[in-house]
Nanobody, 123 residues
Framework: VQLQASGGGLVQAGGSLSFSCAAS????????IGWFRQAPGKQREGVAA???????MYLDSLEGRFIVSRDVAKNTVYLQIINLKPEDTAVYYC??????????????????WGQGTQVTVSS
């Protein structure tokens, strides 16, 4: 199983970024795909997830700036972040879980992880 995350980079505050997570070895039609981030000196946190049913879940504090979507035909999940803030600076990871429930933003339920992609937001 491989999850290939891409799309990070350096962006100014107020800008936007789009990430993709291309899965191989599993079908995202049967998995929850979550997005997590880890800022320097902080614990990894779940920011968004999309279930095998196509439903999405977000971390409440993100104020609607994160949008998760998927293309089953391409076996790829996407994360768009708008109105980026310096506090969004982190390494972003995608991961796969067989569960879709209230734990969808908890990393403990995820079994496969991508390698992470760096996002740096300048003020």
């Amino acid at each position: 199983v491989q999850l290939q995350a891409s799309g990070g980079g350096l962006v100014q505050a107020g800008g936007s970024l789009s990430f993709s997570c291309a899965a191989s070895g599993i079908s995202i039609d049967y998995y929850t795909i979550g997005w997590f981030r880890q800022a320097p000196g902080k614990q990894r946190e779940g920011v968004a997830a999309i279930g095998d049913n196509g439903r999405s879940m977000y971390l409440d504090s993100l104020e609607g700036r994160f949008i998760v979507s998927r293309d089953v035909a391409k076996n790829t999940v996407y994360l768009q972040i708008i109105n980026l803030k310096p506090e969004d600076t982190a390494v972003y990871y995608c991961a796969a879980s067989k569960q879709w429930d209230f734990t969808a933003l908890s990393q403990s339920s995820y079994v496969y992880w991508g390698q992470g992609t760096q996002v740096t937001v300048s003020s």
